[in-house]
Structures are given as C-alpha cells and as structure tokens.
C-alpha cells in the first residue's frame, strides 16, 4: 500500500508540472511573437524616414549647415557638368571643315565654320584666324592667350565645390566636438558616470561626423569627375591649337 501511494502521488505531481510546463511555453511564445512583431513594425519604415529621423537627432545646428554644404555644392557642380558638356565638341571634325573652309574659301570661310560652331576649341580657332592676316607668331600668341581665357571659364566655380568638400567634414568634427562636451558636462553634473547621460551626446556626435562623411564623399565624386572633364577639354584645347598653327603655316605657303 505504501508503494502504491507514492506511485500515485508521483504521477499525480507530474500531471500537476505539465500544464505549468506549457503554460510558460505558451507564454516565451507569445512573447516572441510580440517582439518579432515589434520588430517588423520597425523594420517597415523607409529609408528616407530613417534618415530623417537620425538627421532630427543629430541636431538641426550643424545638420542644416552640413544640409546647406551638400545642397550648394550639388548645384555648382551639376552647373559646372552642364557647361562642360556644352562645351564639348568634335575637335578632329572641326578641324576638317576648318582645313576645307581654308582651302575653298580663305580665312573668311574658316572662321564662318568657327561662328557656327560652340565651344572653346571653336572660339580659339576663330581668335587664330582673326590674326592670321599679320603673321603665324601673332596667330598663336592669340591662341596661347585666349586658350589661357577660355581654361578660367572652364574652372569658374570649381573652387568653390572643393571648399564645401573641406567644410562639410570639419563641420561634422566640430558637432562630434560638441557633442562630447554636452556628454562630459552632464556627466560633471550628475557627479556620476551613468551611461544614460552621456549616450545623447555621444549620439549626436558621431551622427554629425557621419553625415559630413557622406556629403563630403558625394561632392568628391562629383569634382573627381568635373576635373577629369576639364583636363580632356584643356588636351583637345592644345591639340587643336596646335593644327591650327600647322593649317595656318600650310595656307601661308600655298598662297
């Protein structure tokens, strides 16, 4: 009889567990689901309403100035892109219809192709031709220095996107600074080094630095790609000069 009371009692205290047991089962379950749906809550915000938010936490101060760097120094430099392009031209093609201009119809001719023709390989042929009448060294010391002319043109502006390239990261140095004083002085205040005081700060610090980061990449790539555009315009520049001499110095011989 004894044996069979603690039999019973056993299984009677198994049975009692079990519902405990998957009572906490279902609740680490339900728990569960709830933070993996919290998180999915999270996780469908956009990007761009992330990055408003983290732009809100780093502080309107130094985050509009950084803003008004990347604005200003996109515009200059999709300026510049533009009138680079504009700028380019056929320079071999040009200097075929100048060379036939020059043997069907004289300078005048030449320099009726120059007028039609955009571009500052055109306005230097055309600056060329307009001294060809005196001499070959007064033809190319007019395109040696409307050539120096039409280079300032081409790099008007240019410094100015450099200098945002500098300042948008020096600005978010100096908001990471800033950031880390804030930290300290709370930390002084409460007279105890308590993470929560000093997580805004910090934060806001590295968010700055973050942001400058990423507009200083952005206008880097722009300007890396303005120069190479201007160093190909300024090689097509000098080339054709240099065939204008050539054309000049042929047209002076046959004449």
């Known amino acids: 009889m004894a044996i069979a009371a603690l039999v019973f009692a056993g299984s009677f205290t198994a049975n009692a567990a079990a519902p405990t047991t998957s009572t906490s089962l279902v609740?680490?379950?339900?728990?569960?689901?709830?933070?993996?749906?919290?998180?999915?809550?999270?996780?469908?915000?956009?990007?761009?309403?992330?990055?408003?938010?983290?732009?809100?936490?780093?502080?309107?101060?130094?985050?509009?100035?950084?803003l008004?760097?990347?604005?200003?120094?996109?515009?200059?430099?999709?300026?510049?892109?533009i009138f680079l392009n504009?700028?380019?031209?056929?320079?071999?093609?040009?200097?075929?219809?100048?060379?036939?201009?020059?043997?069907s119809g004289g300078v005048d001719a030449a320099k009726e192709v120059c007028r039609n023709t955009k571009g500052p390989v055109a306005s230097i042929y055309y600056q060329g031709l307009e001294r060809a009448d005196e001499s070959i060294e007064a033809a190319e010391k007019a395109v040696v220095a409307y050539g120096g002319v039409q280079m300032g043109q081409l790099e008007k502006n240019v410094s100015w996107?450099?200098?945002?390239?500098?300042?948008?990261p020096m600005l978010g140095f100096m908001g990471t600074v800033i950031g880390m004083i804030t930290a300290f002085d709370k930390i002084e205040a409460?007279?105890?080094?308590?993470?929560?005081?000093?997580?805004?700060?910090?934060?806001?610090?590295?968010?700055?630095?973050?942001?400058?980061?990423?507009?200083?990449?952005?206008?880097?790539?722009?300007?890396?790609?303005?120069?190479?555009?201007?160093?190909?315009?300024?090689n097509s520049m000098e080339d054709a000069s240099i065939t204008l001499i050539d054309m000049l110095i042929d047209y002076k011989n046959k004449k």
């Open 68 to 81: 008004v760097c990347l604005i200003l120094g996109l515009a200059m430099a999709i300026e510049r892109i």
């Open 27 to 66: 609740a680490a379950s339900t728990v569960t689901l709830v933070q993996d749906d919290v998180s999915e809550e999270v996780d469908n915000r956009t990007w761009h309403q992330k990055l408003k938010e983290r732009f809100i936490q780093g502080g309107p101060g130094f985050m509009g100035i950084v």
């Open 86 to 103: 504009l700028s380019t031209t056929n320079t071999q093609k040009l200097a075929e219809s100048v060379e036939d201009a020059l043997k």
């Open 190 to 234: 409460a007279g105890d080094m308590n993470p929560s005081l000093v997580a805004g700060g910090i934060k806001v610090a590295l968010l700055t630095t973050v942001f400058g980061l990423v507009v200083a990449i952005i206008l880097q790539i722009f300007y890396n790609y303005i120069i190479a555009k201007i160093d190909s315009i300024v």
């Open 161 to 168: 996107v450099s200098l945002f390239i500098a300042l948008a």
